[in-house]
């Protein structure tokens, strides 16, 4: 017995095999924003994200897919069908970004529509122009030659201006702020949680990276997966250490949500291109991400 095409066959497992570990972002953004709130909007987080992960995708399935790589007829290297699940993985993640940071002041009916907006145009738009069809090919706009492996830019900064948009409308969460302007702080409701979120998304981080790179079936390939998946788990320890570091240095104490959203920062600040960089460079880029999540969160 003869595998036909074996490099066709393990590309498309990889790429299955990598979409399984990125949804396990779900639970981890659910488990992360719902430590963080307080108890009473608890259920209300977990639903906002169950919501968007089934709506953000079918969008995409209907409408944000097609628009945003042309056809279903472009990939020929793995499964057309596997290549969009690993696709489709990614889109909820831009609205989780934007819904964790307006927790406990969205609505799940307004929250639902912006995430069709973000799963059939927006978000596509952005594939469109870097990964996919790319409709400014050949103007002077066109920005498709930008190197971002997993999204640095076109999914996490596209989340986050969606965020700062959000925030500049909404506001602050009530409570936030005394009557003096300064900043009361709002305790997690459960760190367990938030730790257990925290992990399943650094998990799913390497799916998010290391199936970017595309292909796993050569020597060559394979060595990439794995540069690629070792320099996003040293962001990642990087980020944490510095945040572990400079918030005690800022506060004299330790505070276990900002050593986390510190190893967040870290993965976030090497995704661009963990396939580049040699082993070491992730240490400094990742501790840079950490650091300015200490600096930057009140």
Excluded: C
């Excluded at 596209?158 to 969460?173: K, P």
């Excluded at 949500?257 to 396939?275: R, Y």
């Amino acid at each position: 017995m003869t595998l036909d095409n074996p490099s066709y066959i393990i590309d498309t497992f990889f790429a299955i095999f990598s979409m399984v570990l990125i949804i396990f972002m779900v639970p981890g953004f659910a488990m992360l924003e719902s430590g963080l709130v307080r108890t009473k909007n608890v259920t209300a987080v977990l639903t906002m994200n169950v919501m968007i992960y089934a709506v953000a995708s079918m969008s995409f399935l209907l409408i944000g897919y097609e628009y945003a790589f042309g056809s279903w007829e472009h990939q020929t290297a793995i499964s057309k069908y596997a290549f969009f699940l690993f696709q489709m993985a990614f889109v909820g993640k831009v609205v989780n970004i934007m819904s964790g940071g307006v927790s406990e002041r969205s609505r799940i009916i307004p929250l639902a529509i912006f995430t069709i907006a973000v799963g059939a145009l927006i978000y596509p738009t952005i594939v469109n122009i870097t990964w996919g069809a790319n409709f400014l090919d050949g103007t002077f706009l066109d920005i498709s030659a930008m190197s971002d492996l997993a999204g640095s830019t076109v999914i996490h900064s596209t989340g986050g201006w969606a965020l700062m948009a959000a925030i500049l409308i909404m506001g602050a969460r009530q409570g936030k702020y005394n009557k003096n302007g300064r900043v009361k702080v709002i305790p997690a409701s459960n760190i367990p949680l938030v730790t257990l979120g925290a992990f399943l998304l650094w998990i799913g981080w390497f799916g998010f990276n290391g199936g970017s790179v595309g292909s796993i079936s050569s020597v060559e390939n394979a060595d990439a997966v794995a540069l690629t998946i070792m320099n996003t788990n040293t962001g990642g320890l990087s980020g944490a250490i510095a945040a572990w570091s400079l918030t005690y240095f800022r506060y004299r104490k330790f505070d276990i949500t900002m050593i986390l959203n510190g190893a967040l920062g870290g993965l976030v600040s090497v995704t661009a291109g963990p396939d580049q960089f040699t082993m070491y460079q992730p240490i400094l880029i990742g501790a840079i991400g950490g650091a300015l999540v200490v600096w930057f969160v009140p």
